[in-house]
């Protein structure tokens, strides 16, 4: 008992640095959003750019509900990230393995009744759908457009990933406060790069 009282008395006599700095620790998703968001726009040359960013979120998150285990977000956000770099690295281009990849897990899905699961989960089939057919078309849109149809498209992801991360669905919640970071960050950074252009 006197040993728990010392311990609760450290915690209360923390400074305010200490305080400040277990506050950060526990937002660690948002920093690593953050961080995700500065690499991504060194990048970029015009939003369209950002695209893939979009395309993969919904990815994911879609294959997550299909597994029905929202832990097995973050290998596959691992997995999507090795697997572009790999691409990249070869010369490929990633969207026919993507898109490919995206019909596959949304038949899938479909076939093992995602439909009938809760509405946030049946919802990732919709939104696989007008996230990823956004993606795509900004690709062949004009730097403008495309900038502005990518960054809608990250916002409109922001807002399901605050959604996902109130309710507690779908993905773990570090997932939706690491996504909801680097989406809104992004979508607004892009917004900023389309209009000085």
């Given at each position: 008992?006197?040993?728990?009282?010392?311990?609760?008395?450290?915690s209360q006599?923390?400074?305010?640095?200490?305080?400040?700095?277990?506050?950060?620790?526990?937002?660690?998703?948002?920093?690593?959003?953050?961080?995700?968001?500065?690499f991504?726009?060194?990048?970029?040359?015009?939003?369209?750019?950002?695209?893939?960013?979009?395309?993969?979120?919904?990815?994911?998150?879609?294959?997550?509900?299909?597994?029905g285990?929202?832990?097995?977000?973050?290998?596959?956000?691992?997995?999507?990230?090795?697997?572009?770099?790999?691409?990249?690295?070869?010369?490929?281009?990633?969207?026919?393995?993507?898109?490919?990849?995206?019909?596959?897990?949304?038949?899938?899905?479909?076939a093992?009744?995602?439909?009938?699961?809760?509405?946030?989960?049946?919802?990732?089939v919709?939104?696989?759908?007008?996230?990823?057919?956004?993606?795509v078309?900004?690709?062949?849109?004009?730097?403008?457009a495309?900038?502005?149809?990518?960054?809608?498209?990250?916002?409109?992801?922001?807002?399901?990933?605050?959604?996902?991360?109130?309710r507690?669905?779908?993905?773990?919640?570090?997932?939706?406060?690491?996504?909801?970071?680097?989406?809104?960050?992004?979508?607004?950074?892009?917004?900023?790069?389309?209009?000085?252009?």
């Amino acid at each position: 008992m006197v040993e728990m009282s010392s311990a609760q008395g450290g915690s209360q006599r923390r400074s305010p640095t200490g305080r400040v700095l277990m506050a950060v620790a526990r937002r660690w998703p948002t920093g690593l959003g953050l961080a995700f968001m500065v690499f991504n726009v060194l990048g970029l040359e015009d939003g369209r750019d950002a695209a893939l960013v979009v395309f993969l979120a919904a990815l994911i998150y879609l294959a997550t509900a299909v597994t029905g285990r929202p832990e097995v977000v973050w290998p596959l956000f691992g997995a999507s990230v090795v697997a572009v770099a790999v691409l990249r690295v070869l010369g490929l281009a990633p969207w026919p393995g993507l898109v490919g990849g995206a019909v596959c897990v949304a038949v899938v899905g479909l076939a093992a009744g995602l439909a009938k699961k809760p509405a946030l989960v049946a919802a990732q089939v919709p939104a696989m759908l007008v996230f990823g057919a956004a993606s795509v078309a900004a690709l062949s849109l004009s730097p403008a457009a495309g900038g502005w149809l990518v960054a809608a498209g990250l916002v409109g992801h922001a807002v399901l990933d605050v959604v996902l991360w109130l309710r507690n669905k779908v993905v773990a919640r570090s997932m939706a406060e690491f996504c909801a970071a680097l989406d809104l960050t992004l979508g607004v950074a892009i917004v900023v790069l389309t209009v000085s252009t």
